[in-house]
Protein backbone atom coordinates (compact mmCIF):
# COMPACT_ATOMS: atom_id res chain seq x y z
CA UNK A 1 0.00 0.00 0.00
CA UNK A 2 3.10 2.17 0.59
CA UNK A 3 4.54 1.97 -2.10
CA UNK A 4 1.28 2.45 -4.36
CA UNK A 5 0.93 5.69 -2.64
CA UNK A 6 4.68 6.30 -3.32
CA UNK A 7 4.23 5.77 -6.91
CA UNK A 8 0.73 7.49 -7.13
CA UNK A 9 2.28 10.77 -5.68
CA UNK A 10 4.94 10.85 -7.96
CA UNK A 11 4.02 9.57 -11.07
CA UNK A 12 0.53 10.94 -11.29
CA UNK A 13 1.19 11.74 -15.07
CA UNK A 14 2.30 7.99 -16.31
CA UNK A 15 -0.86 7.04 -14.18
CA UNK A 16 -3.08 9.27 -16.16
CA UNK A 17 -1.53 7.80 -19.19
CA UNK A 18 -2.34 4.00 -18.49
CA UNK A 19 -6.15 4.96 -17.71
CA UNK A 20 -5.98 6.62 -21.27
CA UNK A 21 -4.68 3.61 -22.23
CA UNK A 22 -7.36 1.89 -21.38
CA UNK A 23 -10.30 3.54 -22.88
CA UNK A 24 -10.41 1.80 -26.40
CA UNK A 25 -11.02 -1.39 -24.64
CA UNK A 26 -14.01 -0.25 -22.51
CA UNK A 27 -15.74 0.59 -26.13
CA UNK A 28 -16.63 4.39 -25.89
CA UNK A 29 -18.81 5.37 -28.58
CA UNK A 30 -17.37 7.09 -31.54
CA UNK A 31 -18.34 10.52 -30.30
CA UNK A 32 -17.20 10.47 -27.02
CA UNK A 33 -13.93 8.67 -27.92
CA UNK A 34 -13.22 11.80 -30.40
CA UNK A 35 -13.58 13.80 -27.88
CA UNK A 36 -11.02 12.33 -25.86
CA UNK A 37 -8.64 12.70 -29.18
CA UNK A 38 -9.35 16.30 -29.07
CA UNK A 39 -8.81 16.40 -25.29
CA UNK A 40 -5.00 14.87 -25.90
CA UNK A 41 -4.58 17.27 -28.94
CA UNK A 42 -5.65 20.76 -26.94
CA UNK A 43 -3.41 19.22 -23.55
CA UNK A 44 -0.49 20.15 -26.17
CA UNK A 45 -1.25 23.43 -26.95
CA UNK A 46 -1.70 23.71 -22.95
CA UNK A 47 1.92 22.53 -22.44
CA UNK A 48 3.24 25.27 -25.15
CA UNK A 49 1.50 28.08 -22.73
CA UNK A 50 2.63 26.06 -20.07
CA UNK A 51 6.72 27.12 -21.38
CA UNK A 52 5.17 30.68 -22.47
CA UNK A 53 3.36 31.46 -19.63
CA UNK A 54 4.37 29.54 -16.52
CA UNK A 55 7.79 28.92 -16.99
CA UNK A 56 9.40 32.34 -18.84
CA UNK A 57 6.20 34.62 -17.62
CA UNK A 58 5.05 35.49 -21.40
CA UNK A 59 0.97 35.97 -21.78
CA UNK A 60 0.10 35.30 -25.05
CA UNK A 61 -3.35 35.40 -26.18
CA UNK A 62 -3.18 34.60 -29.68
CA UNK A 63 -2.31 30.94 -29.80
CA UNK A 64 -5.13 30.37 -31.65
CA UNK A 65 -3.21 31.84 -34.62
CA UNK A 66 -0.83 29.65 -33.88
CA UNK A 67 -2.76 26.52 -33.86
CA UNK A 68 -4.70 27.72 -37.14
CA UNK A 69 -0.80 28.20 -38.83
CA UNK A 70 -0.42 24.44 -38.20
CA UNK A 71 -3.13 23.19 -38.96
CA UNK A 72 -4.11 25.03 -42.43
CA UNK A 73 -0.11 24.19 -42.99
CA UNK A 74 -1.16 20.77 -42.72
CA UNK A 75 -4.04 21.11 -44.95
CA UNK A 76 -2.76 22.61 -47.62
CA UNK A 77 0.53 20.16 -47.98
CA UNK A 78 -1.67 17.30 -48.06
CA UNK A 79 -4.95 18.76 -49.93
CA UNK A 80 -3.40 20.93 -52.50
CA UNK A 81 0.47 19.86 -53.06
CA UNK A 82 -0.53 16.08 -52.50
CA UNK A 83 2.74 16.09 -49.71
CA UNK A 84 2.33 12.86 -47.31
CA UNK A 85 0.82 13.49 -43.95
CA UNK A 86 3.80 12.64 -42.32
CA UNK A 87 6.04 15.05 -43.78
CA UNK A 88 2.85 17.74 -43.25
CA UNK A 89 3.13 16.97 -39.59
CA UNK A 90 6.82 17.69 -39.17
CA UNK A 91 6.03 20.62 -41.44
CA UNK A 92 3.32 22.51 -39.72
CA UNK A 93 4.98 22.72 -36.39
CA UNK A 94 8.50 23.88 -38.03
CA UNK A 95 6.69 27.01 -39.92
CA UNK A 96 4.58 27.88 -36.60
CA UNK A 97 7.88 27.68 -34.69
CA UNK A 98 9.22 30.47 -37.46
CA UNK A 99 6.01 32.24 -37.24
CA UNK A 100 6.36 32.54 -33.50
CA UNK A 101 9.88 33.44 -33.69
CA UNK A 102 8.27 36.63 -35.73
CA UNK A 103 6.07 36.99 -32.96
CA UNK A 104 8.57 37.03 -30.70
CA UNK A 105 10.46 39.82 -31.36
CA UNK A 106 8.71 42.48 -29.69
CA UNK A 107 8.63 40.90 -26.59
CA UNK A 108 11.73 42.54 -26.38
CA UNK A 109 10.85 45.74 -25.40
CA UNK A 110 7.01 45.04 -25.21
CA UNK A 111 5.41 43.62 -21.72
CA UNK A 112 2.32 43.31 -19.92
CA UNK A 113 -0.99 44.73 -21.82
CA UNK A 114 1.58 45.71 -24.76
CA UNK A 115 2.96 42.32 -25.08
CA UNK A 116 -0.84 40.78 -24.91
CA UNK A 117 -2.41 43.27 -27.17
CA UNK A 118 0.45 42.20 -29.82
CA UNK A 119 -0.33 38.26 -29.45
CA UNK A 120 -4.41 39.22 -29.96
CA UNK A 121 -3.44 41.15 -32.98
CA UNK A 122 -1.58 38.25 -34.54
CA UNK A 123 -4.31 35.69 -33.74
CA UNK A 124 -6.70 38.14 -35.24
CA UNK A 125 -4.98 38.90 -38.47
CA UNK A 126 -3.94 34.94 -38.93
CA UNK A 127 -8.25 34.36 -38.75
CA UNK A 128 -8.96 37.49 -41.02
CA UNK A 129 -6.27 36.47 -43.95
CA UNK A 130 -7.58 32.68 -43.85
CA UNK A 131 -11.68 33.88 -44.10
CA UNK A 132 -10.11 36.78 -47.20
CA UNK A 133 -7.57 34.53 -48.75
CA UNK A 134 -10.42 32.03 -50.22
CA UNK A 135 -8.29 30.99 -53.23
CA UNK A 136 -5.66 29.44 -51.16
CA UNK A 137 -7.84 28.80 -48.02
CA UNK A 138 -10.94 28.11 -48.96
CA UNK A 139 -11.75 30.69 -46.78
CA UNK A 140 -15.53 30.93 -45.24
CA UNK A 141 -16.61 27.49 -46.98
CA UNK A 142 -13.44 26.09 -44.97
CA UNK A 143 -11.45 23.09 -46.42
CA UNK A 144 -12.10 19.72 -47.02
CA UNK A 145 -11.13 16.37 -47.77
CA UNK A 146 -7.89 16.50 -45.49
CA UNK A 147 -6.58 13.05 -44.84
CA UNK A 148 -5.80 11.50 -41.77
CA UNK A 149 -2.04 10.93 -40.35
CA UNK A 150 -3.51 7.57 -39.12
CA UNK A 151 -6.45 6.50 -40.64
CA UNK A 152 -7.51 4.19 -37.79
CA UNK A 153 -8.98 5.75 -35.33
CA UNK A 154 -7.35 3.40 -32.54
CA UNK A 155 -3.79 3.31 -34.04
CA UNK A 156 -4.19 7.09 -34.48
CA UNK A 157 -5.26 7.43 -30.58
CA UNK A 158 -2.67 5.78 -29.09
CA UNK A 159 -0.29 7.64 -31.60
CA UNK A 160 -1.24 11.05 -30.01
CA UNK A 161 -1.12 9.34 -26.50
CA UNK A 162 2.33 8.60 -26.65
CA UNK A 163 3.04 11.91 -28.24
CA UNK A 164 1.59 14.11 -25.15
CA UNK A 165 3.30 11.81 -23.07
CA UNK A 166 6.81 12.44 -24.55
CA UNK A 167 5.85 15.87 -25.09
CA UNK A 168 4.49 16.16 -21.54
CA UNK A 169 8.05 14.27 -20.04
CA UNK A 170 9.90 16.78 -21.92
CA UNK A 171 8.85 20.24 -20.81
CA UNK A 172 9.14 18.48 -17.13
CA UNK A 173 12.86 18.31 -18.00
CA UNK A 174 12.93 21.33 -19.82
CA UNK A 175 12.12 23.37 -16.91
CA UNK A 176 14.93 21.29 -14.80
CA UNK A 177 17.43 22.04 -17.56
CA UNK A 178 19.54 25.30 -17.90
CA UNK A 179 17.49 26.95 -20.21
CA UNK A 180 14.36 25.71 -17.86
CA UNK A 181 16.30 27.73 -15.27
CA UNK A 182 16.87 30.60 -17.47
CA UNK A 183 13.38 30.96 -18.23
CA UNK A 184 12.18 30.88 -14.53
CA UNK A 185 14.40 33.72 -13.79
CA UNK A 186 13.43 35.88 -16.38
CA UNK A 187 9.85 35.50 -15.09
CA UNK A 188 10.96 36.21 -11.64
CA UNK A 189 12.95 39.61 -12.92
CA UNK A 190 14.25 40.25 -15.98
CA UNK A 191 16.75 42.80 -14.65
CA UNK A 192 18.50 40.39 -12.07
CA UNK A 193 18.63 37.34 -14.91
CA UNK A 194 20.52 39.90 -16.83
CA UNK A 195 23.01 40.81 -14.57
CA UNK A 196 23.44 37.26 -13.85
CA UNK A 197 24.57 36.15 -17.40
CA UNK A 198 21.12 35.13 -18.91
CA UNK A 199 20.44 36.52 -22.02
CA UNK A 200 17.47 37.85 -22.10
CA UNK A 201 16.10 38.48 -25.74
CA UNK A 202 17.57 35.15 -26.74
CA UNK A 203 15.79 33.31 -24.09
CA UNK A 204 12.09 34.55 -24.41
CA UNK A 205 13.01 34.23 -28.58
CA UNK A 206 13.55 30.58 -27.54
CA UNK A 207 10.52 30.14 -25.17
CA UNK A 208 8.27 31.80 -28.20
CA UNK A 209 9.57 29.22 -30.73
CA UNK A 210 9.36 26.31 -28.72
CA UNK A 211 5.95 27.13 -27.61
CA UNK A 212 4.95 28.11 -31.32
CA UNK A 213 6.57 24.55 -32.23
CA UNK A 214 4.11 22.78 -30.06
CA UNK A 215 0.77 24.69 -31.03
CA UNK A 216 1.65 24.02 -34.67
CA UNK A 217 1.80 20.53 -33.74
CA UNK A 218 -1.05 20.88 -31.83
CA UNK A 219 -3.04 22.10 -34.95
CA UNK A 220 -1.27 19.71 -37.40
CA UNK A 221 -2.67 17.18 -35.27
CA UNK A 222 -6.25 19.41 -35.09
CA UNK A 223 -6.45 19.07 -39.29
CA UNK A 224 -6.04 15.14 -39.20
CA UNK A 225 -8.69 14.94 -36.43
CA UNK A 226 -11.38 16.62 -38.23
CA UNK A 227 -10.31 16.46 -41.78
CA UNK A 228 -11.87 19.55 -42.13
CA UNK A 229 -10.89 23.59 -41.36
CA UNK A 230 -12.79 26.64 -40.73
CA UNK A 231 -11.42 29.89 -39.41
CA UNK A 232 -14.12 29.82 -36.97
CA UNK A 233 -12.14 27.23 -35.25
CA UNK A 234 -9.42 29.91 -34.80
CA UNK A 235 -11.39 32.70 -32.91
CA UNK A 236 -9.67 34.71 -30.11
CA UNK A 237 -12.55 32.92 -27.65
CA UNK A 238 -10.45 29.81 -28.73
CA UNK A 239 -7.21 31.09 -27.30
CA UNK A 240 -8.85 32.22 -23.92
CA UNK A 241 -9.92 28.39 -23.46
CA UNK A 242 -6.73 27.75 -23.69
CA UNK A 243 -5.67 29.76 -21.09
CA UNK A 244 -8.21 28.95 -19.36
CA UNK A 245 -7.00 25.27 -19.43
CA UNK A 246 -3.23 26.48 -18.32
CA UNK A 247 -4.11 28.32 -15.61
CA UNK A 248 -6.83 25.57 -14.08
CA UNK A 249 -4.12 23.39 -14.68
CA UNK A 250 -1.30 25.06 -12.16
CA UNK A 251 0.55 27.42 -14.54
CA UNK A 252 3.80 26.14 -14.64
CA UNK A 253 2.33 22.38 -14.21
CA UNK A 254 2.49 19.90 -16.55
CA UNK A 255 0.37 17.23 -15.51
CA UNK A 256 -2.27 19.56 -14.02
CA UNK A 257 -2.09 21.14 -18.08
CA UNK A 258 -2.57 17.63 -19.73
CA UNK A 259 -5.63 16.95 -17.03
CA UNK A 260 -6.65 20.42 -17.25
CA UNK A 261 -7.22 20.16 -20.81
CA UNK A 262 -9.07 17.22 -21.15
CA UNK A 263 -11.09 17.97 -18.38
CA UNK A 264 -12.31 21.39 -20.35
CA UNK A 265 -12.77 19.89 -23.50
CA UNK A 266 -14.98 17.03 -22.09
CA UNK A 267 -17.00 18.59 -19.55
CA UNK A 268 -19.19 20.60 -22.11
CA UNK A 269 -20.18 17.16 -23.75
CA UNK A 270 -20.48 15.54 -20.13
CA UNK A 271 -22.86 17.97 -19.77
CA UNK A 272 -25.03 17.58 -22.83
CA UNK A 273 -27.96 16.21 -21.02
CA UNK A 274 -29.07 19.62 -19.69
CA UNK A 275 -29.66 20.88 -23.25
CA UNK A 276 -29.80 24.79 -23.67
CA UNK A 277 -28.76 25.58 -19.75
CA UNK A 278 -25.54 22.99 -19.98
CA UNK A 279 -23.51 26.38 -21.26
CA UNK A 280 -24.80 28.59 -17.90
CA UNK A 281 -23.63 25.27 -15.81
CA UNK A 282 -20.27 24.87 -17.52
CA UNK A 283 -18.89 27.86 -16.69
CA UNK A 284 -20.56 27.96 -12.63
CA UNK A 285 -18.26 24.63 -12.22
CA UNK A 286 -15.59 27.05 -13.86
CA UNK A 287 -15.66 29.61 -12.01
CA UNK A 288 -16.17 27.07 -9.03
CA UNK A 289 -13.01 25.45 -10.00
CA UNK A 290 -10.96 28.90 -10.59
CA UNK A 291 -12.06 29.96 -7.08
CA UNK A 292 -10.86 27.16 -5.46
CA UNK A 293 -8.02 26.46 -7.88
CA UNK A 294 -5.36 27.19 -5.07
CA UNK A 295 -6.64 23.73 -3.59
CA UNK A 296 -7.84 21.62 -6.46
CA UNK A 297 -4.60 20.92 -7.77
CA UNK A 298 -2.26 18.28 -8.91
CA UNK A 299 0.24 19.73 -6.13
CA UNK A 300 -2.49 19.38 -3.17
CA UNK A 301 -3.10 15.61 -4.42
CA UNK A 302 0.88 15.04 -4.10
CA UNK A 303 0.30 16.52 -0.40
CA UNK A 304 -3.00 14.68 0.27
CA UNK A 305 -1.08 11.41 -0.75
CA UNK A 306 2.43 11.93 1.01
CA UNK A 307 0.32 12.84 4.49
CA UNK A 308 -1.78 8.97 3.77
CA UNK A 309 1.41 7.70 3.42
CA UNK A 310 2.97 9.16 6.15
CA UNK A 311 0.42 8.04 8.35
CA UNK A 312 0.66 4.78 7.25
CA UNK A 313 4.26 4.70 8.29
CA UNK A 314 3.31 6.12 11.47
CA UNK A 315 0.56 3.15 12.08
CA UNK A 316 3.60 -0.19 11.14
CA UNK A 317 5.66 2.11 14.32
Same mark, same amino acid.
Given at each position: ????????????? @???????????? @???????????????????????????????? @??????????????????????????????????????????????????FKLTGP??????????????????????????????? &???????????????????????????????????????????????????????????? @??????????????? &?????????????????????????????????????????????? &???????????????????????????????????FKKVFG????????? &??
Open positions: MQKMLGLLKNNIL @LIIVLALVLVPL @LGVPSYQFYIIERGLQNAIIVISLVILLGYTG @LLSLGHAGLLAVGAYTYGLLVVSAGVSPWLAIIAAPVLTAIMGALLGIPSFLVVTTIAFGEIARILILNWDTFTGGPYGLN &GIDALIPNSKGMYFFMLALVYCVAVATQRLSKSRIGLAFKAIKEDEIAAEVMGVNVRRHK @LLAFSISSFLAGLSG &GLFASLTGYLNPDSFTFAESATYLLMVVLGGMSNVTGAVASALAVT &GLPEVLRFMARSRMVVYSLVLLLVIRFSGRLNVETKKNEASLGG &GE
